[in-house]
C-alpha cells in the first residue's frame, strides 16, 4: 500500500507539473546538444538546405570600395565591407534558393514584410581574427550555426544545414579578407541574419525569409583590463521568463531591453545586470552571460554562472569559459543559481572574488560594482594580481589570434 | 510603540515590494489615463511632432493603380492600396522630417537596421468603414494614437502627437478613398508602423525611425455568427510577464508567439489561449482580448475581463466594451483575474454562458471550446438566442457603419 500511495503521489505530480516539466525539457535541448557533442545531432528540419556549390559571385566595381577604417578609432558596428551573402527561402518556389554574394547594399522590403511587424527575426554573431601568422581564423562557427537553428525554428523559419553556411561565409571572408584588421586588438564582426519576408499583414509563419550576412570591422570592446563596468540591478525589469525565448537569439529579446539600458545610463550605470523571479537571480549581464568566482563556504573557489534554464542565451563564450576552465581543474566550476542574496552575503564576507560578462563582442567584461535597491555593492574584480577573468580574455585571444593551434579556431583558405 | 512597529513593518513590506510595485504603478498608467480622459494628458515627449501642413503628396500615376478587389473574396492583409504615408525621423536633422503621401513602393533598409536585429518596432491597427451614408468613418483612432505612443516610450522610439498623425492619415484615406470597400462585410484596414532604421549593429536606441501607414482592404473575419474557434491553453507556453512589454503593441510581443500557433494549428485548435502564473490565469486570446460572460455564485450576471496589470493589451475593442457594457447597465461589468479553474468550475456548474476574443480585426470572436491539459472544455457560447457578444458585435458595427451617429466613429471629410 505505501508504494501504492508514493506512485500514485509521484503520478500526481508530473500531472500537476507536466508544464513545468515540458519548459524544462525544452530548455535542455541545448545542453544535450552540448554533452552529446555538435556535430553528431541535425540542426535542420528537411533535406532541403541551400548548398554552397550554388553560390554565385558578383564583385563590386572598383568604384564601389570603401575606403578601410584606422583600427584605432573603430566604432562598434558602424563601418561594413564590400561585399554581403543574401540566401532567398520561398516556399511557393520549393525552398531555399541560391546563395548570392554581391555588393553591399540596401535590403528592398516589402512595407508589409512580417520583419517589419511582428519581429520575425533572428541572428548570431561571430568573428574572423587575423592570427598572428596572417591566417584569418573564425572562433567555433559550429556553435553559432546549431544555436542560428534552434532560433529559427523558435521564429517558424527555416532551418539549413549550417556547415553550408559556414562555407558560404568563409568564401565571403575570402573576398573581402583585407578587411580583417592587422592587429590584435581588433577583428572582424560576422553578422549572419533571417528574416521573415512575407508581404502579408497577420501574424502567421513567414513563407518567404532572408538569410543575409554583412561584416563589420570591429576594435576590442575590452582593452587593458581597465574597463570594467557598473551595473543596475533593477527587479522591476525582466529580460526572459520560462514559457518564453530567452533562450534563442531572436530580436524579441532585444527591442524591449532598449528603455530599461537607457535608465541604466541616465542614472549612470553601463548595463543592466537582469534579474529574475522574487528570489531576484541573476540571469544575464546587458547582452552577455554572467560569471561569478567566488571563495564557497567551505574555503574552496568556485567559477559559477547560471544554468541553460530557458532564460539565459546558450553563449558560445559562456560555453567555452566553461570548458577551459573545467580542462584546469584548479577550481570547482558549476552551473548553479545564483541570487543578489548570495552576492550580497559572499561580498559581505570578502567571499565574492570576481564577477564578469561574456559574449562575443567582448569575450569577457569585468565588474566593479552593482546597484541594487538603491544600495552600491562593490565587486572587487579589479583587485586582484592575476584575475581569473584575465586569465580566460589571454587563453581565448591567444586561440582566437593564432599564438596556440587549438581546434576551437577555424582557419580560413584564404585562396 | 505599536504604531513605531508597525510603521516599521510598512516600511520593510514598501522595500520589500518595491519593485513590484513598480511593476503594477507602470502598467497602471494606460489606466490612469483611460479614467482620466484621453485628450487632458499629452502622449508625446516632445515640442517638436511631425505637422499634417507640412505634407507633400505624390500621386500614383495612372499606371501604378492597382486593380481593386472583389470584396468576396479578400484575405487580411494581402492586398494594398496605391499610396502609403512615410515619415522620417532623424535625431541629427533636427527629429521628424516632413510627412510624405507617395506611391505604394517598397522599403529600403540598411542591412544593419536595428529593427532587423534587435526588433525595434511597433505598429497599431485600426479600421476605416463606408457607412450607410456612403462618409468613412475611423473608430476611436485617439485611442491608438496613445497606445502607439506608449509603445513608441517602450522601444526608445520618437513620439508624436496622435492628433497630427490621424490628420495626415485622413488625407490618405480620402486620396485612397475608392478603396474603402462599398460593403457591410468589410473595411479597409489601417497599419500604422514605427520601425527603428540605424544602419548600426549593437544594441541602443535607434537615433533614425520611419513611421509609415498602409492600408489593405479586409472581409469580415467574422461573419453570420458560425465562426467559432477552439483554443489550446497549453501553461508551457507564456506570452508575458511582469516587468516586460506585454502591455505595448511592440514586434517583439508577436514573433515568439509563431511556434506555438504552429502548435495549436497542428493539433487541430484555431488560437491560443495565453496562460499565465502558477494558477494558470487567462490572459489573452491569439492576437485579442478575452471577454468571459458567467452567472456568479450569487446569480447576478457577470462580463469579465482580466485587468490592465502589465500583461495584456489596452485594446481599443476591450475598452468600447467595457463602456458599452457599463453604459447598458444590465449586468455587473468588472475586470478580475479568471484562472482555468474558475472556468473549469463556472464550466461544471453550468454558469459560464459565453467566452470571446476582442479585437480591431474581428470585433468578437465567440469561442467554443477551450483544450487544457489534455481535457478538452466545451464552452457554450454559440448556444444562446441572444449572447452578449453578438449583441456587442451589433451594437459596435452599427456605430462603425453610420447605422447611428455616434462620438466614437470620426467621419473624414472626403474632399
Redesign the interface.
Known sequence: MVIQTTKQCACRWV?QH???L??VA?SCHLKVKEALGVDDIRDYDSEYSFKYTDLSTTLAEPSQLRMKPDVADLK???I?TDH?LKIFYHKALGGWQKPEIIP??????????K???????L?EGMKAYRGVDGRIRVFRPDLNMQRMNLSA????LPTFDGMELIKTINKLLTIDQEWVPHSEASSL?I?P?L?GIDG??????SESALL?T?L?PVGAYFSGGNESVSLLA?????RA?????GDRK??????????V??QATSQGKQQVLWLYGDDHQLTEV??MNIFAFYVAENGKKVLATPPLNGLILPGVTRHSILQLAQEWNEFEVVERILTMQDVIKMQKENRLLELFGSGTACIVSPIHSVDY?GTEIPIPTMEHAKPVFRRILDRLTAIQYGHVEHPWAHIIDQE
Open positions: 500531472l507536466q508544464h513545468k515540458k519548459q525544452r562598434f558596428g558602424h561594413f554581403m553591399f547594399e540596401n535590403i528592398s522590403l516589402h512595407p508589409a514584410a520583419v517589419l511587424h511582428y519581429a520575425i527575426e541572428f525554428k523558435g521564429s517558424g564582426y553578422r541574419t528574416i502579408t499583414l497577420g501574424v502567421s509563419q543575409y554583412i563589420c533593477d527587479p522591476s525589469y525582466t521568463w520560462p514559457g518564453g525565448c531572436m530580436g524579441s529579446n532585444y527591442g524591449p531591453t532598449i528603455r539600458q537607457k546587458g547582452t535597491m
